[in-house]
């Protein structure tokens, strides 16, 4: 009997112990997950976010949905809204998005603005329950008291590289316009299996590109400037195949005010119909130092003179040949006198 009682007495005291083990565990667990809420020396300064995307290739026909997360206030305060915007977009011509949402420099601010940053603001959430979340298609409209078309459709949004920004503001009234960003690619939907191709990728005005197009064909228009504002008509192709074309001469060269006096080139694109032709090209211009540096070693010297004149005489077709200088089609002491005045100038496109 007294062994019995012995027993009753170890087990409750074994129970107990259990107990305070578990207990200290649960307390250790509880205390090595703790997180210490972030000090005021840890909040940014101002708000941040980072966007996301739910694909990064869709076509101009289709949608993308935009999300944002980690989207914190200055100092802590709680979000008022963010924005998604495109920064330096390619709109299509006849496009109807209307003047920019904001330009860094230039007045007006217009679709012509070139130079510095423009956005074009796609739409914006202040829930941040489903983490901010837009969706741009084709009846997307921009937010603010009056608000524009911002429609993913073929006929605003030509196929291409974007970038996708957002711009985050809290409460307090605290903006960070470049929060995050991102790259999307968006593919013709209207000729899914259409492409074209030009080379050579860099050429002097007047000179003349090969135009390669599978699957498109119709007129072929050449887009020039970093906001592609200004067209040319270069040709026509009545059906798929290979056509060459010649760059115009009034090419207008636009580059940031830190570029070269003259500028020494400016980019464009081509279209075929409404396809867009993959690659950037480079127009150099007649005025720039890389014209008058025709053996191609980056500078304007005594070697180039010498090459033109062992280069005399007719240079046919027009552009053919880089002594012609002057494309006049002919090589003579004209393109020397031009390359002379050129001497110590360096080309650096």
Request: charged share 10%.
């Amino acid at each position: 009997m007294s062994a019995f009682k012995h027993k009753r007495g170890i087990i409750p005291l074994i129970a107990i112990i259990l107990v305070l083990i578990v207990s200290g565990l649960i307390a250790f667990a509880i205390t090595r997950n703790y997180k210490k809420p972030a000090s005021a020396s840890q909040l940014p300064t101002n708000p941040i976010g980072d966007i996301h995307v739910d694909k990064t290739t869709g076509p101009n026909n289709g949608s993308f949905k935009f999300t944002a997360t980690g989207v914190i206030g200055s100092s802590g305060a709680q979000i008022d809204n963010v924005r998604y915007y495109l920064l330096n977009p390619t709109l299509a011509p006849g496009n109807n998005w209307g003047d920019p949402s904001w330009c860094s420099s230039g007045t007006p601010c217009n679709q012509q603005t070139t130079g510095g940053f423009i956005t074009y603001d796609l739409s914006q959430s202040s829930n941040a329950n489903n983490y901010f979340e837009i969706n741009w298609d084709s009846k997307t409209l921009s937010s603010g008291s009056t608000q524009y078309s911002r429609a993913l459709s073929p006929t605003n949004i030509p196929a291409g590289v974007y970038t996708v920004g957002i711009r985050v503001e809290d409460v307090t009234g605290h903006v960070n316009g470049g929060a995050s960003t991102l790259k999307i690619t968006i593919t013709d939907g209207l000729h899914p299996n259409a492409s074209c191709t030009f080379s050579p990728s860099a050429v002097f005005i007047g000179e003349k590109v090969t135009i390669n197009a599978i699957g498109t064909s119709g007129p072929i228009v050449l887009w020039a400037g970093p906001l592609t504002s200004t067209s040319f008509n270069v040709g026509n192709l009545a059906s798929e195949g290979s056509v060459q074309v010649t760059i115009p001469t009034n090419v207008p060269f636009i580059l940031p005010t830190s570029a070269p006096n003259p500028p020494a080139a400016t980019n464009g694109y081509f279209k075929v119909g409404n396809t867009t032709c993959s690659g950037i090209l480079m127009i150099k211009s007649l005025t720039g130092a890389c014209n008058f540096d025709v053996n191609r070693d980056n500078i304007v010297d005594q070697l180039d003179v010498n090459a033109a004149a062992s280069h005399f005489g007719p240079a046919l077709p027009i552009g053919s040949s880089p002594y012609d200088v002057n494309r006049n089609g002919y090589v003579n002491s004209t393109d020397l006198q031009q390359i002379s005045i050129h001497k110590g100038q360096s080309c650096s496109v």
